[in-house]
C-alpha cells in the first residue's frame, strides 16, 4: 500500500542536541510538507519542498533545517537552535502541480525534551 | 496574507444528530481551494472534503456537505447523522489555485467535536 511513513513515533531531544524525524513516502508525490501541532495552535507550516533539491521555508522555519536529496524522502532536523521544540510533528505530501489534490500525512512524530 | 479562522474551539452532538462546523478565511484572491480534513484519536489527518472556489455547486460526501459562501468568505461544514466515529479534531484549510513557489496550504486551528452517545 502506498503512503507516508514517519519514524519514530516517539522522540526525546536532550539539550543542545539536534534530533532527525525521518519522512518517506512511496506515493510518488512531487512535494512534501512539515507541519508542527501545538495544542490549540492547529498546524503551522515549517518547511516545505515542490521538487527535489530544492525546499522552501514555512512560518516557523527558525531552528529547523531539511533536505530534499531523494524525491521520497523528506527529513526533518531540529537543531539545538529550536529553544520550544516539544510538539507533534507531521510530514505530508502532494501532487504538487494540481493545486487541487489533498495532502497525505504520515501518522506524526511526538518530539519531548528530556 | 491568507488567513482560516474556525472560531468553535469545541463543539459536541447528540449521535445521530447534525452539526454544523464554521469557518471563515480571507483572502485577495478570487481562485482557490478549500478542505475540511479529520484529525481522529489516532492523530492521523484525512481529508474529509474539498471544494474549488470557482464551482458554485456545493460539495457533498455522503453524510458530509459544505456551505460555500464565497462573497461572505464562508465554508461551514455539516455533519449528518453523527457517528461516534466523527469524534475527531477537525481542521479547515485554504490553498491559492495560483501556481507558483508560495504553494502552501493554510490551516486553522481546528474544532474539537465531540459525540454524546
Known amino acids: 500500500d502506498g503512503g507516508i511513513t514517519q519514524s519514530p513515533k516517539y522522540l526525546f531531544r536532550k539539550e543542545g542536541q539536534n534530533v532527525t524525524l525521518s519522512c518517506e513516502q512511496n506515493l510518488n508525490h512531487d512535494a512534501m510538507y512539515w507541519y508542527r501541532q501545538d495544542p490549540g495552535q492547529g498546524l503551522r507550516l515549517i518547511y516545505y519542498s515542490q521538487i527535489v533539491n530544492d525546499f522552501q521555508k514555512g512560518d516557523i522555519a527558525e531552528g529547523y533545517s531539511v533536505s530534499r536529496e531523494k524525491k521520497e524522502s523528506f527529513p526533518l532536523t531540529v537543531t539545538s537552535a529550536q529553544k520550544n521544540p516539544t510538539a507533534f510533528y507531521l510530514c505530508a505530501s502532494s501532487i504538487a502541480w494540481r493545486q487541487a489534490e489533498k495532502l497525505f500525512f504520515g501518522s506524526g512524530t511526538q518530539l519531548s525534551v528530556l | 496574507a491568507q488567513t482560516v479562522t474556525q472560531s468553535q474551539p469545541e463543539m459536541s452532538v447528540q449521535e445521530a444528530e447534525t452539526v454544523t462546523l464554521s469557518c471563515t478565511y480571507d483572502t485577495s484572491e478570487s481562485d482557490y481551494y478549500l478542505f475540511w480534513y479529520k484529525q481522529p484519536p489516532s492523530r492521523q489527518m484525512i481529508l474529509v472534503i474539498r471544494q474549488e472556489a470557482y464551482k458554485q455547486q456545493n460539495a457533498t460526501e455522503n453524510r458530509f456537505s459544505v456551505n460555500f459562501q464565497k462573497a461572505a468568505k464562508s465554508f461551514s461544514l455539516k455533519i449528518s447523522d453523527s457517528q461516534l466515529g466523527d469524534a475527531a479534531m477537525y481542521f479547515c484549510?485554504?490553498?491559492?489555485?495560483?501556481?507558483?513557489?508560495?504553494?502552501?496550504?493554510?490551516f486553522g486551528k481546528g474544532t474539537r467535536l465531540h459525540i454524546l452517545p
Open positions: 484549510a485554504y490553498r491559492s489555485a495560483r501556481v507558483g513557489r508560495d504553494d502552501k496550504i493554510i
